[in-house]
């Protein structure tokens, strides 16, 4: 039986995101083990029929010394694991999890990179420079003969100088939904247009602007609240602190929920989504989501966002850190509800072709068994 390694940081980001990924191995006969920081989400990851093995490391950690380390005890595992192909999921497990395949002599790799971060973020010199940096390693240092690229969005290909029609790359439509547990279904009764944030609490995500914005909106006349949904991230040194959530909460109309369980529910609780992200992004789960309930969008011209959200048909996509354009889009929406009702009923059109779970299943399946012929 051929074998299957998912290299990834946290079990959580891989059982939030990636569970069809492991399904998809499952069904076709893959041994599938994934290897991770371990906390509370083993179980879930288990229940794929996948086997989950630890690695300890720290996410925001910038030591070299540290990460030396990490590539020796992932490479550890891998010898041991011998595992036939290795899927490494985010940038930081590509580097690490890339360096590990070398030592442990494992050709055939998938590096899907989930958004590109700051690096996708930053238009400037330092940017550029990055892009450039990392596209050397990634094609040259880290690739075999045998690696195969993974992308989210057409535009993180060409930032790094690939082609997202080549051979070796794939674009997905994000991590897939399943529509039967995302269901669309009627807007919410009442006058008041009801906003939602469910994303990590970060300030790359735009958080922020989005408390801006509707406070901009409200002071114009616009009957409108905000509800955000999501945790800090202590990991992360773009989280946002817990005494700004909490100030944000005392704000009229915008309240912090801290993390939520039940995307579904949110949604079936407001009358659209917001994200008004910096930039980095892949293919936010958070606008598939939401769109597969039937719920427009309000979102930033950045890579992932512009990509899956049509401006004007599905929802509204702004300029980058521009509240008062955000707030502008909330005014229209706020007043008309046809408007968000159709906008809606169009972005369920649109994730129910090509962003599904069977959509990822198929593609990630096809790239698997073309690696291992």
Partial sequence: MAKLA??????????SHFLPMARAAVAMGLDVVVIARVRAHAAAIEATGARVRSLEAERRSLNPLAAGATVLRLARILREEKPDIAHCISLKPILVGG???????????????????????????????????????IRGGLASDRTRFVFENEDDPRLLGLDPAA????????????????PATALPSGDTLRLAVVSRMLWSKGVDIAVEAVERARRAGADVTLSLYGAPDASNPKAIPLATLQEWSNRPGIIWHGP??????VWREHHAACLPSRGGEGLPRTLLESAARGRAALTTDVPGCRSFVRDGIDG??????????????IGKLAADRTLVERMGASAAVRVRNGFTEADVREEMQALYRGLLR
Avoid at 106 to 132: E, N, P, Q, Y
Avoid at 167 to 182: C, H, K, N, Q
Avoid at 316 to 329: C, H, K, Q, R, Y
């Fill in 260 to 265: 939520t369980t039940s995307p579904a529910a």
């Fill in 6 to 15: 998912f290299i990834v940081t946290e079990d959580w980001f891989f059982a």
């Fill in 99 to 137: 360096a590990a395949c070398r030592l442990a002599g494992i050709r055939r790799r998938v590096f899907a990179l989930t958004g590109l971060g700051f690096l996708g973020a930053k238009t400037d010199r330092t940017g550029r420079s990055a892009r450039w940096a990392l596209r050397r390693i």
């Fill in 316 to 329: 509204f996509v702004v300029p980058v850190d521009d509240a008062g354009a955000l707030a502008t889009a």
């Fill in 167 to 182: 051979d070796d790359v794939t674009i997905l439509g994000g991590a897939g939904i399943d529509p039967e547990a995302y």
